[in-house]
T-cell receptor, first 115, second 116 residues
């Protein structure tokens, strides 16, 4: 069964350092999402791609976060510099399309701890 | 503004019994979708069930059913015959038509514990 892949699964970094997360969606899924989940809360969208284009990055802290999906397949989310408040689970999801009943398939997530 | 409310931070249920997890939503759109996801301690979000705003029948998927009451703006998840493996966080989520581009708005979650 096809799955969304994410790496690393766990990351510990010191504040002010740079950190990057990688996501490989299910083959053929045009829409890719990055969510951030703070402990005890539901996930919140950071950025959404349709193929290689950004559809929604309204909640992405652009002064320190960046995301790319250069060839419309895999994607990288970067934080530079990391802050203590960035400690969270970063979830990647993909779907065949936007809206409607298209189910979003989630990866295992990257658990980030900033010290 | 669209919003999802889950008022039960934690729930306990005896194995083999049924349990209902509450979810209410707020939206001004006529077209929207409602989802339930399960998140075990490993962290992965697992899709359980979907209900469209125009669906006349309540959605069912195996032991999961969605009690959709449109006028009350509620979309409660019913798990029948609970199993120990059902212990996890459960999130209700909403997508508003096509306008938002497909992003999901999640509630705060309910932690379900199944007792043997």
């Amino acid at each position: 069964e096809a799955e969304v892949a994410q790496s690393p699964r766990y990351k510990i970094t010191e504040k002010s350092q740079a950190v990057a997360f990688w996501c490989d969606p299910i083959s053929g899924h045009a829409t890719l999402y990055w969510y951030r989940q703070i402990l005890g809360q539901g996930p919140e969208l950071l950025v959404q791609f349709q193929d290689e284009s950004v559809v929604d990055d309204s909640q992405l802290p652009k002064d320190r976060f960046s995301a790319e999906r250069l060839k419309g397949v895999d994607s990288t989310l970067k934080i530079q510099p990391a802050e203590l408040g960035d400690s969270a689970m970063y979830l990647c999801a993909s779907s065949r399309g936007q809206g409607g009943s298209y189910e979003q398939y989630f990866g295992p997530g990257t658990r980030l701890t900033v010290t | 503004a669209q919003k999802i409310t889950q008022t039960q931070p934690g729930m306990f249920v005896q194995e083999k019994e049924a349990v209902t997890l509450d979810c209410t939503y707020d939206t001004s759109d006529q077209s929207y979708g409602l989802f339930w996801y399960k998140q075990p301690s490993s962290g992965e979000m697992i899709f359980l069930i979907y209900q469209g705003s125009y669906d006349e029948q309540n959605a069912t998927e195996g032991r999961y059913s969605l009690n959709f009451q449109k006028a009350r703006k509620s979309a409660n998840l019913v798990i029948s015959a609970s199993q120990l493996g059902d212990s996890a966080m459960y999130f209700c989520a909403m997508r508003e038509g096509q306008r938002t581009g497909g992003k999901l708005i999640f509630g705060q979650g309910t932690e379900l514990s199944v007792k043997p």
